[in-house]
């Protein structure tokens, strides 16, 4: 069991290894069905985070910022991942290096990835595809400007913020820097 393990995770690093190299893609071993299913997975998970974008930079600055707030930007994202997820038959979660909630800190084979995009800041996706021919898909979540209202400075966090996540990770980001990343794990059928 140990071994048959160890020869998974071995799989599992080359592939990870081929997709860093610009000829070579891990992609070039999916079947058709397959590319297909992570294709349309990559533009829905690229469509949530324009759409968290576009939410958070219709912040008016001007106004308090309030569980109310976090309830028209952030928390829209998660809601459509789950609802999407469900139709698809697909395991998802939001994962990053710094999070606020303790559900969203990556687990130890998540974290290869992370280290990996926030290394190479254009790489987009990471794929690993398992001996039975599973996918784990990996996409990258950026910051922009107007994350910084509820992931910026410490000090500065809106007051609902500090109260409900007292062992929050997730501030102290820049425009530009690797937020977190989207997981999706595609079964085999
Ligand atoms: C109005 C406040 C607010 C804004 C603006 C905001 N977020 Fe968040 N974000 C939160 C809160 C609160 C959570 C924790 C949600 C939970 O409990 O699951 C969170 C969680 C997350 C997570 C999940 C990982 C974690 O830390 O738990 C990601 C990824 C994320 N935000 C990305 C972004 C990005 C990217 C932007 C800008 C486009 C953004 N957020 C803008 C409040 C905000």
């Known amino acids: 069991m140990v071994l048959c393990r160890l020869g998974l995770r071995l799989v599992v ?13 891990a992609q070039s071993e999916l079947n058709p069905l397959q590319k297909a299913k992570l294709d349309k997975a990559m533009a829905k998970l690229s469509e949530l985070s324009q759409m968290r974008e576009n939410l958070a930079a219709s912040i008016d600055p001007k106004q308090e910022i309030t569980q109310q707030t976090f ?8 809601k459509a991942l789950k609802a999407w ?11 990053s290096e710094k999070y606020r909630n303790s559900a969203h800190k990556p687990a130890a084979q998540d974290i290869d990835a992370l280290k990996a995009f926030a290394k190479q800041q254009d790489k987009r996706t990471i794929t690993k595809i398992a001996n039975d021919g599973s ?4 996409q990258r979540i950026n910051t922009v400007t107007s994350c910084l209202h509820c992931h910026g400075e410490k000090d500065k966090r809106p007051q609902f913020i500090k109260d409900t996540y007292p062992h929050d990770k997730a501030f ?3 425009p530009g820097q690797l937020r977190g990343a989207f997981v999706v794990s595609i079964p085999t059928r």
Do not use: D, H, R
């Open 13 to 25: 690093n080359i592939v990870i290894l081929a997709s860093f190299s610009p000829v070579a893609s």
């Open 71 to 78: 309830a028209q930007t952030c928390m829209p994202v998660g």
């Open 85 to 95: 997820s469900k139709s698809q038959g697909y395991q998802v979660k939001q994962i």
């Open 135 to 138: 996918i784990t898909l990996y």
């Open 172 to 174: 102290g980001f820049e």
